[in-house]
């Protein structure tokens, strides 16, 4: 497994924007999928955005579609969320998650966004 540790978060107006970062322990950063999902006070978490191992080739929970941009740096052990025109419904705590070539799955801590109206 890796460690993860996001950071980034915060209390935004909606509209606004925040990036999140998440680094990651190790040496074979490149060969794990990244990926981001958050969840909100009283729901099950869910997928955001998912950056595939070595092709870098990004996948998108619908709801966060051309405001969401995640990014990698395979050299910094790190994978970056680049959030824009925030809404409401994306206040939740969200976990970067590393998925190994085996299928194991690391997450970190969380970081809390909170998006005002």
């Known amino acids: 497994q890796v460690q993860l540790v996001e950071s980034g978060g915060g209390l935004v107006q909606a509209g606004g924007s925040l990036r999140l970062s998440c680094a990651a322990s190790g040496r074979t950063f490149s060969s794990y999928t990244m990926g981001w999902f ?3 006070p009283g729901k099950e978490r869910e997928f955001v955005v998912a950056s595939r191992r070595f092709s870098g080739d990004a996948y998108y929970a ?3 579609k051309a405001r969401f941009t995640i990014s990698r740096d395979n050299a910094k ?3 970056y969320l680049q959030m824009n025109n925030l809404k409401p419904e994306d206040t939740a705590v969200y976990h970067c998650n590393a998925r190994s070539s085996r299928g194991v799955r690391s997450w ?3 970081t809390q966004v909170t998006v005002s109206s």
């Open 38 to 40: 958050r969840q909100a």
């Open 108 to 110: 970190g801590q969380g």
């Open 77 to 79: 052990n790190t994978v």
């Open 62 to 64: 619908d709801s966060v």
